[in-house]
């Protein structure tokens, strides 16, 4: 009920998408969706009221925080304002929220509720990237942040070593380096890949090549918002022989190499998973 004791509206979810670099870039229609949802849901409640300075628009609702520290218990509470008819916007600092942002929980409660749920479609970092590294974009997936500890990177890494969709990552600047690191061991140092940095920006950089050679270029220290593109794997695409991997192992542990780093260091030159290389050596 209203509080004229009236019957209120149907509630509605709307997931805006906000710029990940210049702000013209977003939908036209954001101006207006600010002023009129009763609720506004903001990552950044600071963020959002510059981007609304920029947009020329006056937010009309109640604005409230919505980050990973709150997400669970907010959601709760805003699911109610959805019960009780009104409108909450989900704006996040950039891109559309349920991407790596706050968004999927609310979402997935309003689902259920059958409350409707819609979007205002605007940039996306995912998207942007992939249409710029001049990868295959035919089939993608989207895989967010790699692990920060380096032995779940690892494992995460190798269970993706034969995807064969192009694959979209997120990294923060001061990992970037390990990360790249980790992948060229993944999936091969000549792995094609794309590091896209500061996209839309001014200072908007895209580095192609082979994920050895960018990662080498990164242990430098890079800047900026990150998102990288990565080939997926073909499979017999130029790779030698398995025989011929096996007798490399043995050379290099002729050599007084441990068996386990000649594995490691083989398979990374071939572009093959390190578990594939390993089954075939001890099979012979």
Known sequence: MGEDGGVRDEGKLVLAGAPIGRVGDVSPRLREALESADVVAAEDTRRLRRLAAELDAEIGGRVVSYYDA???GRAAELLEELRDGRTVLIITDAGMPGVSD????LTRLAVEAGIPVTSLPGPSAVTTALAVSGLPSDRFCFEGFPPRKAGERARRLEALAEEERTMVFFEAPH?????????AGAFGAERPAAVCRELTKTYEEVRRGGLGELAEWAAGGVKGEIT???AGHVPGAGSPAVEDLVAEVARRT???VSRKQAIAEVAKAAGIPKRDLYEAVHRD
Do not use: H
């Open 175 to 183: 990992r970037l380096g390990a990360s790249l690191e980790a992948m």
């Open 102 to 105: 706050p968004g999927y929980r």
């Open 70 to 72: 709150n997400e669970a």
């Open 228 to 230: 990288v593109v990565v």
């Open 254 to 256: 002729e050599t007084g």
